[in-house]
């Protein structure tokens, strides 16, 4: 039993569904190392297919699939062209840093949504002085932006960029299938203009556990390899993998229930006096607002929604919020957050 009925702080909060479960209990497993285990083999072979690449390895985690992928572009001394609002930036460790020896180069872009401009401002000349500009990543959709959804034609430009200069290509898709059904551009033509790419399937997928990562038969090859190094090759995985399979088929559609309650949310929010939303900027799952103009600070306000079983996260900044709908909010889980939030700040 979940402790907070309106848990509004990640899409990571859901739970899995009994049918999901189901699939999870008569999976059919072999060794994954040895990749024998089938259900791990489908997972693979669907998301491949799905993102139009040729190969896709099953990770444990989205993380894993950013350090990995970093890891195979980039050498020691070599820079990582990203927005500052981006996951390895924000929340893994350092680990372009930490794995790959990479430096991260970050455009500040109000959005997360850069420009071919932006890319072309942060390439060095090539000069023994600088590091080595080796690969842009993209984010979509912009997590600590609001879930911002990067329109196709600004993906050709920043990647046509990167390219012009040899810089290689990276999709942080975390939420890709977020971003595919809010604008109903395939994964396939999202990926397309990437070198890698990877989807979430514990984000609002709703699975427990688990990353995809695509790419080229040739990369996923080294992708192996790492996988084994860095500890993340797993045994009798479709068990975990089952949920992936179940997840793909039955719960990508529905991201446009989540969508819709996000936008009711930061409409609802907007109407609370002191609290700013920019509505207009809700395109996906994620709803981000200031609550400075209410005169009561963050802390006290997430102490009191949780009184009613309501829960946010703090942003960066300190008297920003984070809502972010899944499969597991319920029908009147936007009514009930607002309320909570006006109870908290009468
Ligand atoms: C959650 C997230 C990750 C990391 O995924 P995990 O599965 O939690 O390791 C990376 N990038 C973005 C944009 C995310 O939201």
């Known amino acids: ?57 099953f990770l444990p985690t989205g993380t894993m699939c950013n350090l990995i992928a970093h890891f195979i572009h980039c050498r020691a001394g070599d820079e990582i062209i990203l927005d500052a609002s981006y996951h390895p930036v924000n929340f893994e460790g350092a680990g372009p840093s930490v794995h790959a020896r990479a430096a991260m180069n970050c455009i500040d872009s109000p959005t997360g949504i850069f420009t071919a401009a932006d890319v072309e401002s942060r390439v060095r000349p090539k000069d023994p002085h600088f590091p080595t500009s080796r690969l842009v990543c993209v984010e979509n959709t912009v997590n600590l932006r609001g879930g911002r959804v990067w329109p196709i034609a600004a993906i050709r430009d920043v990647t046509d960029a990167a390219r012009k200069h040899g810089l290689a290509t990276h999709l942080d898709g975390a939420r890709l299938m977020n971003a595919v059904v809010a604008s109903g551009v395939s994964a396939a033509e999202y990926c397309k203009h990437f070198d890698s790419a990877w989807i979430d399937l514990s984000k609002g997928l709703g699975c427990p556990v688990g990353g995809v990562l695509v790419g080229s038969e040739e990369f996923m090859e080294q992708a192996w390899r790492w996988k084994h190094t860095f500890g993340g090759a797993m045994r009798q995985a479709g068990i975990i993998a089952a949920a992936g399979v179940y997840a793909l088929a039955n719960n990508v559609e529905r991201l446009a229930e989540d969508h819709a ?38 802390k006290t306000l997430l102490d009191r929604v949780i009184q009613q079983g309501v829960r946010f996260s703090g942003l960066i900044q300190p008297t920003e919020l984070r809502a972010v709908t899944h499969l597991d909010i319920p029908a009147d889980g936007v009514e009930r957050a607002l309320a909570a939030v006006r109870g908290a700040i009468a």
């Open 261 to 298: 309650k996000a936008k009711a949310l930061a409409e609802g929010l907007a109407a609370i006096d002191g609290i700013a939303v920019d509505v207009a900027s809700v395109e996906s799952n994620i709803v981000v607002f200031d609550i400075a103009g209410t005169g009561i600070d963050r």
């Open 1 to 57: 039993m979940t402790i907070y009925p309106v848990d509004l702080s990640s899409d990571t909060q859901t739970r899995p569904s009994a049918a999901m479960r189901q699939a999870i209990a008569y999976a059919d497993v072999g060794d994954e190392q040895k990749r024998e285990d089938p259900t791990v083999n489908r997972l693979q072979e669907m998301t491949a297919q799905l993102c139009g690449k040729e190969a896709a390895l």
